[in-house]
């Protein structure tokens, strides 16, 4: 389906869909930050929920740059 002329994205809705997409990406692969036992939550140690924690976060970064480029 085509858009109509003239509902294109703004350049910064897009540069900031661009930085909530890669944000997940460069926190993740910055590894020495969470490669840790401690602190734990409920036992689990921080390498295992800080990674859990950004599949809600990612989630929800997804969502928003989803909305910036869809919003009219």
Do not use: N
């Not at 085509?2 to 910055?30: H, N, Y």
């Not at 602190?39 to 809600?56: A, E």
Request: proline fraction near 7%; charged fraction near 15%; avoid cysteine.
């Amino acid at each position: 389906m085509t858009e109509p002329s003239g509902t294109r994205p703004s350049r910064g809705a897009l540069v900031t869909a661009g930085v909530l997409l890669a944000l997940p990406f460069v926190a993740l692969l910055w590894v020495s930050s969470y490669a840790r036992y401690e602190p734990r939550l409920w036992g689990f140690p921080f390498f295992y929920w800080y990674q859990f924690l950004w599949v809600l976060i990612t989630s929800a970064a997804t969502y928003a740059a989803y909305r910036l480029v869809r919003r009219r």
